[in-house]
């Protein structure tokens, strides 16, 4: 079965781990791996969804001195896709972020995807 919703968000009562995997659910569907255990976007799985476009990536650039007190160039690319209008990035070291932005600009960010209860409303828009 397949059909079209409308959600509003109270970001004051609205659980940020629901909206999150729900929202990671519908970029990375999930699926069983050979030994039938479920996939976990961002993690497990990069391939998008089928109803996922892919963009263009964003790329982040800073100075990164907390080790050793020198300015070191870092560049993060962070990888792009867009389902209904809500826009997901995600950067991935070894370590993964997650970000879901939403067409008004506020977003719900994950700050290490391998986890499910991680999620964080950012009320200012990104």
Known sequence: MKFTYTIELDTD?????AVGEFLRSKFWP?????????????Y??????PEVKSLPDRI??????FFDG??????????????NG?????????????RFIFPDGTSIFNSDCKKSYTWEWELDPV
């Open 13 to 17: 009562i609205d659980s940020p781990v």
């Open 30 to 42: 999930v699926v069983k791996d050979k030994y039938g255990y479920p996939s976990l976007g961002c």
């Open 44 to 49: 497990t799985t990069f391939d998008w969804g």
């Open 60 to 65: 982040e650039e800073y100075n990164d001195n």
């Open 70 to 83: 020198e300015d070191n160039l870092v560049k993060e690319a962070w990888t792009r896709g867009e389902w």
């Open 86 to 98: 809500i826009i997901c990035e995600y950067f991935w070291d070894g370590d993964g972020m997650l």
